[in-house]
């Protein structure tokens, strides 16, 4: 069992910057493929960034290619999220995820663990 909290969610202007932080319980954490997924008010959860369990393989959804890095600490228990040159379509709640595998997905159903998400608001 993975418990996943997520933070650093907030209200940030057109251009900005904001890093999110999930803290994944467990002693078996570096065991998982972690994810970030986003959810918009009337629109269905999308992928947005993923990440092997070592670290060394990352996938982007296009939407954020160049402009979102996700890493992660396994020392930590923590997979983050930068967000960089944020836009006003990047409002949506946040979530991370926890896949029981080594190598990462952009399917949500792939995914065993989720957490509770963050809001993040950019205005513009």
């Known amino acids: 069992q993975v418990q996943l909290v997520e933070s650093g969610g907030g209200l940030v202007q057109a251009g900005g910057s904001l890093r999110l932080s999930c803290a994944a319980s467990g002693r078996t954490f570096s065991s998982y493929a972690m994810g970030w997924f986003r959810q918009a008010p009337g629109k269905e959860r999308e992928f947005v960034a993923a990440?092997?369990?070592?670290?060394?393989?990352?996938y982007y959804a296009d939407s954020v290619k160049g402009r979102f890095t996700i890493s992660r600490d396994n020392a930590k228990n923590t997979v983050y999220l930068q967000m960089n040159s944020l836009k006003p379509e990047d409002t949506a709640v946040y979530y991370c995820a926890a896949r029981r595998s080594a190598g990462w997905s952009w399917k949500d159903t792939k995914y065993d663990y989720w957490g509770q998400g963050t809001q993040v608001t950019v205005s513009s």
């Open positions: 990440i092997s369990w070592s670290g060394y393989s990352t």
